[in-house]
């Protein structure tokens, strides 16, 4: 195969991150950089890459396939229209973009310029995440009926130094809750109404140091989901897969499919049933381990992002899903702050 040739708009740390997972595909090159700061002029020439100041003056004076885009949320907007504007075909790191606004431009004119979006939602390349779908797809446990999650930690008290992270555009809503609703609409469809309850009673800050989201899913089933940044505890996705060695594994799942007929942990899958078929709470309830391979999901997704600009397969999640996670997210954000139910169309 010949090389595939990918600009990355944006060298920060996630940035950092594509590149890694670009360097260890044989046949994937990354030949520009967009970035106007010194350190990504050192990194470029260290690297034999030149580094332009600008998404804009990057695709002019380079040829390349695909771009990655890799900078803050407020950017995104602004970089995908310009990558489109170049006819490319974009991955953009999640959330699609700041508004919805925003997302709905960006799946209109990446329509009419022809061209893919695709959003960095990895965790859907997982196949444990892909499992679990299969099997709530399938009917494995029955008819879905609820999900229970959280997402509960402790960070760092010089997380929060900074003036910008005690804001409530920091907080583990807007941060870390598009993760998790991404991956249960994947798994579960998606979520068409969400309500909320919030408490600020620790540190007192605007951001929220705790909420408890009520969801409903299209399918009828409803979920709950629990997020604090302040509590310690071994429940997260990242901890419970060991998915970043800056976080500490604990193997414990933080999610739970429940059907008629059986149940789910995640995202080390485990599926509970009752031993006899039509089995109830008078019977035994036994667990299977189901395994799946650990992967690095940003390979797969720049193997994917390959695949989709040369027209080998569709993308796994396109500029309208991705639009319809960052719904959802921002539905519970005004959710918690209003003390409303926001229904999704």
């Known amino acids: 195969m010949d090389v595939f040739r990918i600009g990355l708009i944006g060298a920060g740390s996630i940035g950092a991150r594509h590149m890694k997972a670009i360097d260890e595909v044989a046949h994937i090159d990354l030949v520009a950089i967009a970035d106007p700061s010194p350190a990504a002029a050192a990194l470029g020439a260290s690297r034999g890459i030149p580094v332009f100041a600008d998404a804009d003056s990057m695709l002019s004076g380079s040829d390349v396939e695909a771009v990655i885009i890799a900078t803050p949320t407020e950017r995104h907007h602004a970089d995908v229209m310009t990558a489109l504007n170049h006819r490319k075909t974009v991955l953009v790191e999640k959330p699609i973009t700041a508004t919805m606004q925003e997302a709905d431009e960006v799946t209109r004119y990446a329509a009419q310029q022809g061209c893919r979006v695709l959003v960095g939602h990895q965790r859907r390349y997982y196949p444990c995440a892909i499992t679990a779908r299969e099997i709530i797809q399938s009917g494995r446990i ?24 005690r804001d409530i555009k920091a907080g ?8 998790e609703f991404d991956i249960l609409r994947f798994i579960c469809g998606d979520i068409t109404s969400v309500s909320a309850e919030i408490t600020h009673h620790d540190q007192q800050f605007d951001k929220e140091d705790a909420v408890a989201i009520s969801l409903k899913f299209a399918n009828q089933a409803v979920g709950t989901f629990l997020l604090s940044d302040r509590t310690p505890s071994p429940w997260t996705w990242e901890m419970a897969l060991g998915e970043s060695i800056k976080f500490p594994k604990t193997g414990m799942n933080a999610i739970r499919f429940l059907g ?8 080390n899958l485990v599926l509970w049933r009752h031993a006899e078929d039509a089995g109830d709470w008078h019977h035994e309830i036994r667990p299977e381990v189901i395994a799946t391979p650990f992967i690095d999901a940003y390979v797969a997704q720049c193997r994917h992002l390959c695949a989709v600009a040369r027209g080998l397969e569709e993308p796994v999640i396109d500029a309208l899903n991705g639009s319809r996670s960052l719904d959802a997210t921002l539905a519970a954000a005004r959710a918690a702050t209003d003390g409303t139910r926001v229904t999704l169309s």
């Open 142 to 165: 029955g008819r879905l009926m609820a999900v229970s999650g959280q997402w509960t930690t402790r960070k760092d008290d010089e997380y929060y130094a900074p003036q910008w992270r």
């Open 172 to 179: 583990p809503v807007l941060t870390n809750l598009i993760h």
């Open 260 to 267: 008629t007929e059986g149940a789910l942990e995640f995202p």
